[in-house]
């Protein structure tokens, strides 16, 4: 296997023909290339910028695109922040770039990093006559890591994940998670003849097998997107209480409630000398569960039920459940604070 920097490309602006380009710096290309472009370059073509007024603030404008491109803030530190995209990447920034791009402009990510590898696949198709497959990266940290790398944000006419579930290994186990990422290994080979200075936004991998995916199965980088459901680590610390809102619509009733929040109680009250509050299921299958007080009413058990609630909710949307609190007055003599609903939120 080999890696070539595809040199002689210019500065791309929106409306240029990138494929055109890359079949002029390199009519080398051959069929099961893989080609590897920065995402900056398919931005640019793209039009994915935002403007910077002349005197403008520049950090400032960045912020504020951050914040239109961001679906949930997973962690931050001052000005920092660690956002998921609408195309659900967990990325510093929303993946907004301010390097290598004039001083009035800001470069997006792709909108469908996915379809923009599509559609180069098929210009480069038309152009020069070549099936190759197309890797659209972007430099991302990573948690616990210091350091960058490439990783794939887009891909056509290549599978992103290659399993072996299932599969043996030479002492005869049997591997249950193991599966390869490897269009972003792929970026990141790139990027070593790319280099982040060198002004070389495409390379070309040659010589890997490619497992191919037909064209009307082919999902891109979808599979690497972890779901919710599979997100151990939601939140940074610094985010899980101002990250918890309570839903606005309704919600989507999914089984075990009653156990997660009799656990989130569990856990929420373990450093309190007591267990204040006693839970009752709202109703058969409704997805809710009813808070009630203790007999033995004191002011006590009074305050820590609602720093136990609290707690408990904050715990709950941790797990991944959605949650809504709904209190409910103690006139008449009844128990009952309120009534907490969870689920997933309704499509």
Do not use: C
């Amino acid at each position: 296997m080999s890696v070539h920097p595809v040199a002689g490309l210019p500065e791309f602006a929106p409306g240029d023909d990138l494929a055109a380009a890359l079949v002029s710096a390199a009519p080398w290309l051959a069929d099961d290339d893989v080609v590897v472009v920065t995402s900056k370059v398919v931005s640019k073509v793209e039009g994915r910028l935002v403007r910077v007024e002349p005197g403008a603030d520049r950090e400032a404008a960045r912020q504020r695109a951050v914040d239109e491109e961001t679906v949930r803030v997973v962690a931050r530190r001052g000005p920092l922040k660690i956002v998921q995209t609408r195309q659900g990447w967990v990325v510093a920034a929303a993946g907004i770039d301010a390097s290598n791009v004039a001083a009035d402009a800001l470069v997006l990510l792709p909108e469908d990093g996915d379809a923009s590898a599509r559609r180069l696949r098929a210009r480069l198709r038309e152009l020069a006559g070549v099936d190759v497959a197309v890797v659209v990266s972007d430099t991302f940290g990573r948690t616990w890591r210091e350091g960058l790398t490439d990783v794939a944000v887009g891909a056509a006419g290549i599978e992103a994940l290659e399993d072996h579930r299932g599969a043996v290994d030479a002492h005869g186990n049997r591997l249950e998670t193991t599966r390869v990422a490897v269009v972003d290994e792929l970026a990141s080979a790139a990027d070593l003849v790319k280099g982040k200075l060198a002004g070389v936004p495409v390379a070309v991998v040659r010589g890997l097998p490619l497992r191919r995916p037909d064209d009307d199965a082919d999902e891109g980088t979808r599979p690497l997107v972890r779901l919710p459901a599979d997100d151990l680590f939601p939140y940074g610390s610094r985010d899980v209480v101002p990250s918890r809102a309570p839903a606005a619509g309704p919600l989507r009733q999914r089984a075990g409630e009653r156990e997660a929040v009799a656990a989130a109680f569990r856990a929420a009250s373990a450093a309190l000398p007591e267990f204040p509050v006693v839970l009752r299921h709202g109703g058969e299958g409704d997805g809710a569960v009813d808070v009630h007080l203790t007999d033995a009413l004191t002011t006590t058990t009074a305050v820590n039920a609602g720093a136990v609630i609290g707690a408990a909710i904050v715990q709950l949307h941790a797990q991944g459940w959605t949650t809504r609190w709904e209190p409910v007055a103690t006139a008449g003599g009844t128990s009952l604070l309120g009534r907490l609903w969870l689920g997933d939120p309704a499509p």
